[in-house]
């Protein structure tokens, strides 16, 4: 038998959720009005942007800088696919300047009169990433979205967290999804279904740490894979330096490299722990031998601000969770992973945290130090990984 419910003044047969395309039938249920909903989309309430005829404003792009020929070799190939209405993977190296890599493909589609969207799962580069984009496409509306910030959903480029794409269906003539390996996109059935739901065009991912599946996947049909395996100023990444000891030894080596980086440099730091609970422990240690800093994580309300305040140098260091995994780029920048051989730590993510490290140009060295107890599959391939990145230089 199959059943039909009233969902935003439209009937729909349940086999399937018009929203998030569930056909699980355990995740369809009833409230108690007797109308039937999706368990696994359920939460996803609120104004959709209104799929009407579109006018740009009138802008230009405009970047003060020039591309490297690798990153010029990259945006002509993304571009050239987007002409030729496939997908693209762009699979490039942490620092590779990415974003720029999609400059040219976002201005061809805002010429010719298209929308452009820009999604990544968190919220704080998304912030970050709508000022880089204001300040290149000049003229142009750019606007943000993120949970708490939802009041204007038009835009000539919308920057938006990958929760709030369940507002634009059949939408963007362009969508381009940064950080596709990332919590909470990666492997959400229903964010992976609003991601697909919201492209009238074509889209764009990108990734510095793309799985073997992933690119398999998209070596197949009408999508492309180009690559780029150098940093826009053609340095190496810092390779990690694995320290391997007993935990009361790890914690000694940890306030012995906090004490020499803050006293022998003027360098920000970072020291990442894997659980909040670890976060506030590290700090309650550190602040007694380092005044100068401060913690951040995912429950501390302050955390745009104390991140702002690190950005200005008004803390010498964080303690920091997953939080910072992503996102940050700051001139001189040293890393300390502690614990790094918790379960929480793939490679990915370990790849992603060194990535943080040496930049930019005139700053293109720097410490990243994986402090264990024990030495990890997971560490090993982390730094594995970027020594051949480096062989391609």
Known sequence: MTYFVLYERRF??????PLCGNE?????????????????CVS?????????????????????????????????????????????????????????LVYQTIEFVLKNGGRVGFGIPRRD??????????????????????????????????CLTTHQLYRYENYFDLLILDEIDAFPFKDDFVLNAFFKRSVKGNYIIMSATPSEKLLDEYKKGNNKVVTLFKRYHGKKIPEPTLFVAPK?????YLIYKVRKILSETDFPLLVFAPTIEECENLYTLLKIIAKQGYLVHSKRKDRAKTIQKFRDKKFRYLVTTSVLERGITLKN???????????????EALI?????????????NGEVIFIGQRKTEEMVQARATIQDANKNL
């Open 12 to 17: 729909f047969d349940i086999t399937k959720c």
């Open 24 to 40: 699980d039938q355990k995740y369809f249920g009833v409230n108690n009005k007797g109308e039937t909903y999706c368990r696994r």
């Open 44 to 100: 996803f309430i609120g104004e959709e942007a209104k799929n009407e005829i579109f006018r740009n404003s009138f802008g230009h792009l405009e970047i003060n800088y020039e591309l490297s020929e690798d990153q010029k070799r990259v945006s002509d190939e993304v571009f050239k696919n987007y002409r030729n209405k496939e997908n693209t993977l762009i699979y490039a190296v942490c620092g590779a300047g990415k974003t720029e």
């Open 125 to 158: 580069v998304v912030i970050e990433l709508s000022e880089r984009l204001k300040s290149a496409f000049k003229g142009y509306k750019v606007i943000s979205l993120y949970g708490g910030h939802t009041s204007d959903l038009n835009g000539d480029i919308i």
């Open 248 to 252: 009361i030894i790890c914690y000694l």
């Open 333 to 347: 920048l040293q890393v300390i992973v502690f614990n790094s051989s918790s379960f929480i730590y793939t490679k």
């Open 352 to 364: 992603q945290i060194a990535g943080r490290v040496g930049r930019k140009i005139g700053a293109t």
